[in-house]
């Protein structure tokens, strides 16, 4: 693992949907200014590992935490944590690109309008870096007032991510299987936007395509049934696996 | 086929009786005397519906200034601040509400709020405010029902996109909620003014049908279709064909308020 300092540390960290446990007391640390891939079935958590990091879990009522999850030394779990302020720092990217019903500027702007800022060219700059850093700035600049629905799902999914890298207390994007709807092109351009934007942010990405974690991710952790078997630097996990479940996955004889 | 086609069959009789007993009305006395006329008064042979248009109007806008803002925040809670098991016994609750006779809430309207009118406010107690007020709670079934609807159809995945950018949960409401099911919202609205303008018995009851030209919310007025249904019984010759057209003029509004529904549903489809 890398001298980076530990952006995020979980210490035995579960998580229960109603009698289900789908996180069984996970421990890790997720270094800042790196791509963490994060690789396993469908089933062994994922996604409720990331969805925990800025604790959208909290909206199903049945689902809860037990741990600690700290983000920059503080317990984001303790009560009086301020959860909006969390999702504007920790940002997420859902499998099914989410387009509001709104304009392209309108879809980028949303986030910093909700943090209270006014000023057009403020917001008009910001559409401008956040649209160049996801890669879509050339496809749209000349329709930036047309429905973000109208977009193809690649666009809709890098204009998701324009959104997000909009918001100005960003430090952390979560990416939860990005790419599993998109075409070759588009997934080529998310991937090289992430590489490009872990120099300012820290970056997990929750993927069900090897490759693609082989391909982008510094550090890669193997989710099982709920449990972290192996996490390690990507290049090592993938050619010596040290856990026997680790090396079938990642040679495909299962999952 | 042989039930949709006699609905379909029915509403063109509707239509063409009405168009036929009404229209001739129009050349006869002037359309033009006949909308924008201030007197109604048959035994003279004087049939200006201007004063019942104005009233029809202040009262369906009364009725939708209350029952519209009412209706859309009980939507928005039903469906946003409240558990689901709870949606699930209020909604079908207050449907339950359409199907109260409108002759019941027009005894509400004159044993105790027009009472409280006159008492407070001043004025006859019959009045414009006092339809609105029966207006407004009688097109709430409708307006919540639809929207209720609309918001409910509105993907969780757009509330949680913004939550995940650091919305409230008021944010994400008022910016995402509302605008992803502003068509559904808008045609309750519509739909709720078509049932507004057609109301005829609670309105009767309440609104006082004085037939003059309404200077304030408190003044007594007589609506288009309370016009019709007072007069019809003893109505004959042109004073009945008077009515008949009183009757186009609604239907055509009715129609058109309709036509606005449809659209805003259509509108909205396309966007999704």
Not at chain 1, 139 to 158: A, I, N, P
Request: hydrophobic share 50%; with cysteine; glycine share 8%.
């Amino acid at each position: 693992m890398s001298d980076n300092q530990a952006k995020i540390v979980v210490r035995d960290f579960s998580v229960f949907h109603g009698k289900l446990q789908s996180l069984r007391s996970l421990t890790m640390s997720i270094p800042a200014h790196r791509i963490l891939g994060i690789i396993g079935p469908s089933g062994s958590g994922k996604t409720t590992f990331l969805r925990a990091l800025n604790r959208l879990n909290d909206l199903s009522p049945e689902t809860r935490a037990e741990g600690q999850a700290v983000l920059d030394g503080e317990d984001i779990y303790h009560p009086d944590y301020d959860v909006v302020r969390l999702r504007k720092r920790v940002g997420m990217l859902f499998a099914l690109p989410v387009a509001l019903p709104l304009s392209i500027y309108e879809n980028v702007v949303y986030g910093p309008r909700l943090s209270g800022v006014r000023d057009r060219r403020r917001l008009a700059d910001l559409v401008e870096r956040s649209l160049k850093d996801a890669f879509l700035w050339d496809e749209v600049k000349d329709r930036l007032q047309t429905s973000g629905m109208r977009l193809s799902g690649g666009q809709q999914q890098r204009l998701c991510l324009a959104r997000v890298l909009a918001m100005e207390q960003l430090e952390v994007i979560l990416l939860d299987e990005p790419c599993s709807g998109l075409d070759p092109i588009s997934t080529a351009k998310i991937e090289e936007a992430l590489t490009l934007l872990k120099a300012k942010y820290t970056i997990v990405l929750v993927t069900n395509n090897t490759k693609q974690a082989a391909r982008v991710a510094d550090d890669t952790a193997f989710f099982l049934m709920g449990e972290l078997v192996e996490y390690g630097v990507t290049q090592r996990l993938f050619t010596i696996p040290r856990d026997a479940r680790t090396s079938d996955y990642v040679t495909g004889r299962f999952g | 086929m042989l039930v949709a086609f006699s609905a379909l069959a029915s509403l063109l009789l509707i239509a063409v009786f009405i168009l036929k007993e009404g229209v001739p009305f129009f050349f006869k006395y002037g359309l033009g005397h006949f909308l924008f006329g201030l007197t109604w008064d048959p035994q003279a042979g004087q049939f200006g519906i201007y004063p019942m248009i104005v009233a029809s109007l202040w009262v369906t806008l009364g009725a939708m200034a209350i029952g519209a803002p009412l209706g859309i925040a009980g939507a928005i809670f039903l469906n946003e601040f409240v558990p689901r098991s709870v949606l699930r016994v209020v909604k079908p609750t207050i449907e339950l509400l359409a199907g109260i006779p409108s002759v019941v809430y027009g005894f509400l309207g004159v044993m105790v709020l027009a009472p409280f009118i006159r008492a407070h406010l001043g004025g006859p107690g019959l009045s414009i405010l006092a339809a609105s007020v029966i207006l407004g709670i009688m097109v709430l079934p409708t307006v919540i029902s639809i929207s209720t609807d609309a918001i409910g159809a509105v993907p969780n995945s757009y509330r949680e996109g913004a939550l995940a950018l650091g919305a409230t949960r008021w944010q994400s409401v008022t910016l995402v909620t509302v605008k992803a099911a502003r068509s559904g919202i808008i045609a309750s609205i519509i739909l709720a003014m078509g049932r507004a303008l057609g109301e005829t018995m609670a309105v009767i009851m309440v609104v006082g049908n004085a037939v003059k030209v309404p200077h304030s919310a408190l003044d007594s007025a007589r609506t288009l279709t309370a016009n019709i249904a007072l007069e019809m019984g003893y109505a004959t010759g042109l004073h009945r064909e008077a009515l008949f057209a009183t009757g186009v003029v609604l239907f055509v509004v009715i129609m058109l308020l309709n036509a606005m529904a449809t659209s805003a549903i259509k509108a909205g489809g396309r966007r999704a």
